[in-house]
T-cell receptor, first 112, second 114 residues
């Protein structure tokens, strides 16, 4: 049972435009969410997080939005740059065990 | 520099052999994790440890074993019982497992069975 889902395996965006990556979750007990960026053959690097007491968190070009009623979060990258091309994972620690559960990832390609 | 070190980066193993992947962290983190990534799939949890001398199975623990004798170290052994061991293995750590913080990852080890 996939508790964290990323339904779009890939996304292509023109440089300078907005990239929107989506993530859905099923467990209403999740109260913290993270986004990671991963290049091929490297470990994921932490990008941005959001607590369930907020609906938005912003860090430079990256903004994460959380819609608790829809159990949905999204990562906005504005403006998109070619160096943003990578696989993006959303994740949530499972309360009780606090093991991190990851989505399957979305491959973003920013076209120059 | 503080961080997580995985070694080796590339590892080749013959079928039927056990192999151990190293993971060391100097971040003073209590919790450590092992994930596996296969092409087109997300990160699947193999084992995790919340504290020294304690660890729990993740979602795909069969064919793997771990130990946590020191806070800094969490080695993963891929045994001959693991049917599809070829994958990219990632080790991670976090301050403590029962808090909302990020996990930090190593650079990964690519294991290939030949």
């Amino acid at each position: 049972d996939q508790q964290v889902k990323q339904n779009s395996p890939s996304l292509s965006v023109q440089e300078g435009r907005i990239s929107i990556l989506n993530c859905d979750y099923t467990n209403s007990m999740f109260d913290y969410f993270l986004w990671y960026k991963k290049y091929p053959a490297e470990g994921p690097t932490f990008l941005i997080s959001i607590s369930s007491i907020k609906d938005k968190n912003e860090d430079g070009r990256f903004t994460v939005f959380l819609n608790k009623s829809a159990k949905h979060l999204s990562l906005h990258i504005v403006p998109s740059q070619p160096g943003d091309s990578a696989v993006y994972f959303c994740a949530a620690p499972n309360p009780g065990t606090y093991k991190y559960i990851f989505g399957t990832g979305t491959r973003l390609k920013v076209l120059a | 520099d503080g961080g997580i070190t995985q070694s080796p980066k590339y590892l080749f193993r013959k079928e039927g052999q056990n192999v151990t992947l190293s993971c060391e962290q100097n971040l003073n983190h209590d919790a450590m994790y092992w994930y596996r990534q296969d092409p087109g799939q997300g990160l699947r949890l193999i084992y995790y440890s919340q504290i020294v001398n304690d660890f729990q199975k993740g979602d795909i623990a069969e064919g793997y074993s771990v130990s946590r004798e020191k806070k800094e170290s969490f080695p993963l052994t891929v045994t001959s019982a693991q049917k599809n061991p070829t994958a990219f293995y990632l080790c991670a750590s976090s301050i403590e497992s029962r808090s909302n913080t990020e996990a930090f990852f190593g650079q990964g080890t690519r294991l290939t069975v030949v």
